[in-house]
């Protein structure tokens, strides 16, 4: 209503700058813990909802920062994004940061542009599992697995059992189908500036520099610089938060109400933090 009202307005009281409206989406995908709430749908759905609704924006930017995580949170926050441009009829900016790799990447492609800083690492179309076997080690240390199931195949894959073919041969099936979904994403959105060299989709990750010249970026730059360019000198990036809550979190460790120490969640975010790590420290971050 204010920005109606300006028009009319004589001088500087009637001059509005172009902003275009910022969202972060930073961290490992769908790794949520108690004291690490991790990059899912819920975590960044108000914050998109606001940023698309700015009437006046001409475009929407994302600042993606992640090295992967769950597939399934990667494309749901992929087909919120499409959905939100659509509805309101926005371009949307992609600028990576330190990385967009594999659901990173996924998310990035929800763009109408990439753009990456020459350092910045992007790629890594596939999908992994890893885990470890203990079997031999329990055995050593004289530890008895018990475990009792309905269902033959309860167990796939348990890390105290020895590893079975068939058993590996079917989670490969299902990173196949999940890797076919990522690959076919990536086609139809930039299929008309890929290069047609295979290693694309073999899983390989590049810089910035070399992503450009397989199509998996459109240019190199950086957030302020490109907005400046293409809307104006006067043109301003509004970084959007997510919304503050008057209620407290509940946090996962602390004092509780009787002096003593509350360690709920602890041991999920230990795991979680050595998880996240993990992925960022395979892109050398």
């Known amino acids: 209503m204010l920005n109606k009202i300006r028009k009319y307005l004589p001088g500087k009281l009637g001059k509005t700058k172009p902003t275009v409206p910022v969202v972060r989406l930073h961290g490992a995908i769908g790794m949520s813990t108690p004291l690490r709430p991790g990059l899912t749908l819920s975590s960044c759905a108000q914050t998109l909802e ?3 609704k700015v009437k006046e924006a001409p475009a929407v930017a994302l600042l993606v920062n992640s090295p992967g995580g769950s597939p399934v949170q990667s494309r749901l926050i992929y087909t919120r994004i499409r959905a939100l441009a ?5 371009d949307v900016l992609v ?23 020459p350092s910045s690492i992007v790629g890594s179309i596939g999908v992994v599992s890893a885990g470890f076997g203990f079997n031999d ?4 240390i004289g530890v008895e697995r018990r475990v009792y199931t309905a269902g033959e195949k309860k167990v796939l894959l348990d890390p105290f059992r020895p590893e079975r073919a068939e058993d590996v041969e079917h989670l490969k099936s299902l990173q196949q189908e999940i890797h076919e979904t990522f690959t076919g994403m990536v086609k139809e959105r930039r299929g008309d500036v890929l290069n047609e060299a295979e290693e694309i989709f073999s899983g390989l990750f590049w810089t910035g520099q070399k992503a450009r010249d397989l199509g998996l970026v459109d240019q190199l730059g950086d957030l302020r610089s490109v907005v400046k360019e293409r809307f104006g000198k006067d043109a301003e990036p509004r970084l959007f938060g997510a919304p503050r809550s008057i209620f407290p979190k509940r946090q996962g460790i602390g ?10 969640g602890l041991g999920d975010d230990v795991i979680s933090s050595l998880e996240t790590r993990a992925l960022w420290a395979r892109y050398g971050l």
């Open 255 to 264: 004092v509780d109400a009787l002096g003593g120490l509350n360690l709920q």
């Open 137 to 140: 080690l329990i055995s050593k």
């Open 95 to 117: 600028f990576v940061e330190d990385v967009a790799a594999s659901g990173g990447y996924m998310i990035a492609i929800a763009g109408d542009e990439i753009i990456a800083d």
């Open 50 to 52: 606001r940023a698309f």
């Open 86 to 90: 659509e509805e309101h009829k926005k």
